[in-house]
Each structure stands twice: as structure tokens, then as C-alpha cells.
């Protein structure tokens, strides 16, 4: 299927395609071969990587400041749990089984800093919002801030919510299935359709079962957004129970990658990506580079890889902030759903996974046009907060496959991941989740004084 399309290639893409083949070769020999080191051994990699860093280094610090220490507590932070506690929160893990199988964790932040529910998994009777993290992430990047003024869930909590995460199937918290084994091709076999159709339905009547509320208020980014965009096209009456959407850095329809060799490569035949990866998780190797390099070389390979795929320059997020999030980051993902973003790309329409992969470069063009997602015909509120550097938002191409009810507000001078991790978010991101909850949840919330009640100023407790 992919390689009769190789002769249609151009001379530079050709040489891509073979160097970045022989690339991951040698990338998935040395991931193979770290995997066999006994840990003194990736310790002794991981103290001489910071050896040379600091030999090459222009700043030499003497001791580490307040802000340093508390960036080195999140980045070594093993799990989400970790990161509440550190803060002084107490979370809730749930586990929902899809209709296909799938097990996800659900973590719940129930009540304030310093409380503890005296019941946990039951009704809190306070609003509810539900939060979704993007691609090749997982529920952790909403909490490795490294001060909780810039943490959406913690001021939320704060604020008198009653506070969800979610998690795709295949990430760190939701790498099982009670049909197939994680080794499994068959385990990763699946797309943005199947987030749609299990993933973020199954979740959010699990979150109203367990909650006793009729309804909850939901905040996405990036691919969390165009997960919900596609759940709430395809099941009308998913409408019902989302009093409103909230899309940060919402994802519909991106133009493409801004490393031209890349972007064309893949666009020529997105199915390219299975040659690369297989098909199962992609990129699985990412957390053993991150276990053998020192943080801020970790950082700047992450710097430098968001700068050349996406143009991103992340000036918004403050050093010690990327030291402490870039650690949080990555989380295993399928090829497929990679492959489904490329042939999104590719057809400039927010669309269905398209299973006919031999249809992609024919000369005499396609015989049909895969199912798109109808998301004119979403009901409930949406309210997006883009910012005008990001290149994965095409803001006017989206304005056009949205309801009219639709509300945007640009964010100047944001990319992609400064909504989450910016240094202004407290002042220019947070304030808009929370004014649009209470716009929208006053009428649907069942508890509107309460509610209300629960709006004032984040203090940090001693």
C-alpha cells in the first residue's frame, strides 16, 4: 500500500524518507539497548550528561534558589498523586470500562487544599468540570505547574468545583484492556473515532453517575478539544449533559507542520508514519532519553524538536516551568491516531479515520469522501481561547464548521502549550475558563448559590 506511492516522491522528499528510516533504526537499537542497562549504569549516563552540560555551561549557579527546588520537587514528581500532594491536595482515582473494553483512569481533585472528603466516590453536590489533555499527553500536564495560582485544576477546586481529569486509552493511566494485551497490535488499533464513540461519552456519564449531577462543564485542549468537538457531533444526546465546552488551543482542522520536508512527506501518503513506527505506540523510546539525559538537555531536545515541527519558540513558559513540565509531557499514544491527524491534515477536513489507505496518492483521485464529523450540529455552548501564534490553529477554517453560538477569544502573543504553562495564564487564560463557567453553569448546575458562593480571590495556604 506504501510502496508504490515511493516512486511518486521528489528527490528531497526521497531523501528524507530514507534518512529518516535509517534515523529510527538506529534510534530503536540504542531504546533496545538502554532497556538492557541495569539502572547504575543509566545513572552513570544521566550524572555525565549534567557533568558536560555544566563543563559547557555559560551560567555556573552556586546552590539552588526556592523557585529551583520547587521546579526539581514537580519534575521528579512520579505521578499525578505526587504532584497534588505536593501541593497539599488530595485526589480520587476512578477506573471506567469503555463499551469496547477499554480501561481509563479518571482522577478527581473532590475538595480544597488541605480537606479530604470524608466520603470519597460519592456526590460532593458542587459543579462539575471535566478536563482532557491533548495528544501524547495524559492527565499529569494539568498539574505540573510550578505554582498553583497557574493551575487551572487547584483554582477550580478552589473555586468550589468539583474537578475531573480523563485519560485516552493507551497512556500511562489507561494501558489496558479486557480484550487485548498492551503488546498487542490490536491494542493500538484505534483512532480519534474511537475517542468519540467510548472514550469521552463512557467518561462523562461515569463522572454524572458517580457526581448524582445532571450535567458538567467541559474544558479540552488541543486534541482534548477536537475529542470532544467529534463526541459531541455523533451523539446528540451527549448535548444534554454538557452544560458547556470550553476548547483551549482548540484542534479541528491544523494546516500542517512547519518543517516543510516533514509536512509534505506525510501529507503525500499519511500511512508513511506505520512504516516509520509500526503499529502500535508511537515514540515509545521518549521516556528512556528522558531517563538518561540531564533535564535541561532534555529540555532543549524538546525545545528545539517543538521549534522545528511546529515553529513554536515557547518564550511565554519560564525556563524552570519547562524543567519541571517537559518531565510530564510525553505519554504513549497510537500510531493510528497520529496517522489520523496526517490524513486530517491532508484532506483539510475534520473527518473520520479513513480505513481505504491504498485511496491515498492515486492519480485518478478518490471514489468516495470519508464520513466528517458534523460539528455544525452541536448544540452546546462553545466557548475557544486560541492564541494568534499558535500553527496548529486555523481559527477561520474552524469558524466555519462551528455553530453560530460559538464564542472566541484570542489570546496575543500565546502558542500552543503557553495556555497551559505560560507565566500569565493566572491573568489572561484562567479568569476566561472561569467567567465562562459561571456564565453557563448559573442555569444548569442544580446549585447556583453555591455555586456563586464559590467564586474568590486563590490564596496559598502557610
Request: aromatic share 12%; charged share 20%; proline share 5%.
Amino acid at each position: 500500500m506504501v510502496v508504490p506511492l515511493i516512486g511518486r516522491l521528489k528527490g528531497h522528499e526521497y531523501a528524507a524518507l530514507v534518512g529518516g528510516f535509517f534515523f529510527l533504526v538506529f534510534e530503536t537499537a540504542i531504546s533496545f539497548i538502554i532497556m538492557l542497562l541495569p539502572i547504575p549504569i543509566i545513572q552513570w549516563f544521566h550524572n555525565h550528561s549534567r557533568t558536560l552540560f555544566h563543563r559547557f555551561s555559560v551560567t555556573h549557579a552556586n546552590g539552588k534558589s526556592e523557585a529551583e527546588d520547587v521546579a526539581d520537587a514537580i519534575r521528579k514528581a512520579k505521578d499525578f498523586g505526587e504532584l497534588c500532594q505536593y501541593w497539599g491536595y488530595t485526589h480520587e482515582e476512578h477506573v471506567v470500562l469503555t463499551k469496547d473494553g477499554y480501561l481509563l483512569g479518571l482522577h478527581r481533585l473532590p475538595a480544597k487544599r488541605g480537606q479530604r472528603k470524608r466520603s470519597p466516590g460519592t456526590s460532593t453536590g458542587k459543579p462539575v468540570v471535566y478536563l482532557h489533555h491533548g495528544l501524547l499527553m495524559n492527565s499529569e500536564v494539568w498539574v505540573c505547574l510550578t505554582n498553583a495560582e497557574r493551575c487551572l485544576p487547584f483554582v477550580l477546586a478552589e473555586q468550589g468545583f468539583d474537578v475531573w481529569m480523563g485519560n485516552n486509552r493507551g497512556n500511562k493511566y489507561s494501558k489496558k484492556s479486557v480484550h487485548h494485551d498492551p503488546n498487542s497490535v490490536k491494542f493500538w488499533n484505534y483512532s480519534l473515532d474511537d475517542f468519540a464513540w467510548h472514550d469521552i461519552p463512557d467518561s462523562i456519564q461515569y463522572i454524572l453517575d458517580i457526581t448524582k449531577s445532571s450535567t458538567l462543564s467541559y474544558v479540552g485542549f488541543s486534541q482534548g478539544t477536537a475529542q470532544a468537538f467529534a463526541a459531541l457531533s455523533i451523539h446528540p444526546q451527549l448535548n444534554a449533559k454538557v452544560n458547556v465546552f470550553i476548547a483551549l488551543a482548540p484542534a479541528m482542522s491544523p494546516r500542517g507542520l512547519a518543517a516543510p520536508l516533514v509536512d509534505g512527506l506525510m501529507k503525500a501518503s499519511p500511512t508513511l508514519v506505520y512504516l516509520f513506527f509500526g503499529r502500535r505506540a508511537i515514540l515509545s523510546s521518549a521516556t528512556t532519553w528522558q531517563a538518561i539525559l540531564y533535564p535541561p538537555i532534555f529540555t532543549s531536545v524538546i525545545d528545539t524538536s517543538l521549534r522545528f515541527l511546529f515553529n513554536w519558540h515557547s518564550h511565554n513558559i519560564p525556563y524552570l516551568q519547562k524543567i519541571a513540565a517537559y518531565a510530564h509531557l510525553y505519554s504513549l499514544a497510537s500510531v493510528k491516531s497520529v496517522v489520523h491527524w496526517f490524513q486530517i491534515m491532508r484532506e483539510g477536513a475534520f473527518q473520520m479515520y479513513d480505513d481505504d489507505v491504498s485511496a491515498f496518492g492515486s492519480p485518478g483521485g478518490r471514489a468516495y469522501r470519508p464520513a466528517r464529523f458534523p460539528t455544525k450540529n452541536i448544540v452546546t455552548p462553545i466557548v475557544l481561547l486560541y492564541g494568534d501564534k499558535d500553527s496548529l490553529v486555523d481559527i477561520q477554517m474552524m469558524l466555519k464548521e462551528l455553530p453560530d453560538h460559538t464564542t472566541v477569544t484570542r489570546l496575543d502573543g500565546y502558542e500552543h502549550l503557553d495556555i497551559l504553562w505560560g507565566k500569565d495564564i493566572d491573568k489572561d487564560v484562567i479568569p476566561e475558563v472561569v467567567n465562562a463557567l459561571k456564565v453557563y453553569c448559573d442555569d444548569s448546575c442544580g446549585s447556583p448559590d453555591k455555586f456563586k458562593d464559590g467564586f474568590k480571590v486563590f490564596e496559598r495556604s502557610s
